[in-house]
Nanobody, 126 residues
Framework: QVQLVESGGGSVQAGGSLRLSCAAS????????MGWFRQAPGKEREGVAA????????YYADSVKGRFTISQDNAKNTVDLEMNSLKPEDTAMYYC???????????????????WGQGTQVTVSS
């Protein structure tokens, strides 16, 4: 049974940092596409970042480029999202997701992912 478990969420002030982690069980992240999505109340789920662990190709939403970094640890079977210079508009529930491969055309489409975690809340206050 595949399980993705997110951790690391919390409340910070604008300009602060958080590091989210996604631990996978029953699923090997190696040579797969691992994504981070977020969803704010009343808004659609949006892709934040993804990494194709087979090639270490990474993808980022324009809104987080230069502030967020996605990374993988194949030995630990985890994918992290380092978030710096956080803004109030980054406030959302953050989800980890997985599928077989990534593609720059659709890495940020939630419907393309097969497995999802339960989410971790990130709140950024001004």
């Amino acid at each position: 049974q595949v399980q993705l478990v997110e951790s690391g969420g919390g409340s910070v002030q604008a300009g602060g940092s958080l590091r989210l982690s996604c631990a996978a069980s029953g699923y090997t992240i190696g040579s797969n596409c691992m994504g981070w999505f977020r969803q704010a109340p009343g808004k659609e789920r949006e892709g934040v970042a993804a990494v194709y662990t087979g090639s270490t190709s990474t993808y980022y939403a324009d809104s987080v480029k230069g502030r967020f970094t996605i990374s993988q640890d194949n030995a630990k079977n985890t994918v992290d999202l380092e978030m710096n210079s956080l803004k109030p508009e980054d406030t959302a529930m953050y989800y980890c997701a997985a599928r077989g491969v990534c593609h720059f055309n659709w890495w940020n489409r939630a419907s393309m992912y097969d497995y999802w975690g339960q989410g971790t809340q990130v709140t950024v206050s001004s």
